[in-house]
Structure formats: C-alpha cells, structure tokens
C-alpha cells in the first residue's frame, strides 16, 4: 500500500542555514513523489516531482530533493533558508492506481534572523 | 498565471444542513479532485472526477458526498446532511492529465468547513 511519512512535525532553523525536510515513502509501484508548499491561507504549490527521470530533481525558490530507491526517501534540502521559506512543507505519493495522490501529515519550517 | 479559485473560502453550518462547496478548476485541465484536511492530519484524497464521472473515490467519500460539474467551469463537492467530523479544510485540484502521467495537481486555496 501506498503512504507517506514525514519525520518532524516542526523543524527550525536560522536564516542562512541548511533546510532539510524529511520524507519516506511506501510503494507497491514505481513511485511518483511530490512535494508541496502550502503559505498561510494559500493553497498547495508544487515545489517539485520526481517521475521517474532524474534522481535529484531541482524545484522552485532553490529548493531541491533526491529520491533514493534503497532507503525509500525523498528528503527535500535548500542550501540556505531565507525568511521566506517559512510555511507548510507536504510530500506526497501516487496512489496505486496512479488516480490521486497520498500525503503526509506535513512538516512547519518556521525560520528565525 | 491560471489557477484553481474556491468559495467560499470560510463556512459555518449546523450539523444535518447540506453544503455546497464550489470550486473553478484551471480552464483547459480535464482531472478534478477533492481532498481535505482535518485540524492536526494529513491531507485525504476524497474523489476524482474525469469526464463527468467519478473516476475513483475513498473509503471516506461515501453517500453523504456527492460531486458534479454543472457547468463548463464549476466543480462542487455537496455534503448532503453534514456530521461533526466533516469540520475539515477542504481542498480542489486539477490537472491536465492523470497522476499517472506523473501530471501536477494544481490545488487551491481550500474551503474551511466548520460544522456545530
């Protein structure tokens, strides 16, 4: 069955510092992984997606995440935070059908000057 | 750029009253879903929806729900007799073409149902 765990309901980390969310994942198919950023009263953006093509994909606002088969993950890294980084970070799977995707319960990057 | 719009963004209802949750999906996209997300949980897929049918629903999507397209641009999710536990954010998307495609889901900014 298909599901997703994000360690950390909340990570903090200074401006400047390094940003790593973490992901694992459970699939009984070739995975197709998300990660979202949900803004305060805004909804769900794609940050970026792995199909199956490039192991470490790069994203939006500097963001990027490598997927690895062996260890089931596909944590989401920035080099440096900036303020703006601040919200609701979501990975997401497939479903087996390939008809919706699963989420994680979400991980708060709050980041402090 | 184009994106998936919801209304209304807050509602209040008493338990047993119906509400209609609207959504206007992105122009061309072909896939619509509903998702929500109660207080503290993950986000749960509810239904998709692909030419004027439901294309897969979950366990939780059961005959209390119902959607429909009534027009060329609207997408409404109805809770016919609403349940404390329905208190939910309640999130639409849209895409061009299936997950399994790999297609991004493009989400709005999610209706908050509050029910008493």
């Known amino acids: 069955a298909q599901s997703v765990t994000q360690l950390g309901s909340h990570v903090s980390v200074s401006e400047g510092a390094l940003v790593l969310l973490r992901c694992n994942y459970s699939?009984?198919?070739?995975?197709?992984l998300f990660w979202y950023v949900q803004y305060p009263n805004q909804g769900l953006q794609l940050l970026l997606k792995?199909?199956?093509?490039?192991?470490l994909v790069k994203g939006i606002n500097g963001f990027e995440a490598e997927f690895k088969k062996s260890e089931t993950s596909f944590h989401l890294t920035k080099p440096s935070a900036h303020m703006s980084d601040a919200a609701e970070y979501f990975c997401?799977?497939?479903?087996?059908?390939?008809?919706?995707?699963?989420f994680g319960k979400g991980t708060t990057l709050s980041v402090s000057s | 750029e184009p994106e998936v719009t919801q209304t209304p963004s807050h509602q209040v209802t008493q338990m047993g009253q119906e509400v209609i949750l609207r959504c206007v999906p992105i122009?061309?996209?072909?896939?619509f879903y509903w998702y929500r997300q109660i207080l503290g949980q993950k986000v749960e897929f509810l239904v998709s929806?692909?030419?004027?049918?439901?294309?897969?629903k979950s366990e939780i999507f059961d005959d209390q729900f119902s959607v429909e397209r009534p027009d060329g641009s609207n997408f409404t999710l109805k809770i016919r007799s609403t349940k404390l536990e329905d208190s939910a954010m309640y999130f639409c998307?849209?895409?061009?073409?299936?997950?399994?495609?790999?297609?991004?889901?493009?989400f709005g900014p999610g209706t908050r149902l509050l029910v008493l």
């Open positions: 998307a849209s895409s061009s073409q299936p997950v399994l495609a790999g297609e991004t889901q493009y």
């Open positions: 699939s009984s198919v070739p995975p197709y």
């Open positions: 792995y199909t199956s093509a490039a192991t």
């Open positions: 997401a799977v497939r479903n087996q059908a390939g008809t919706a995707l699963i």
């Open positions: 122009s061309n996209h072909l896939y």
């Open positions: 929806f692909y030419n004027n049918e439901i294309s897969e």
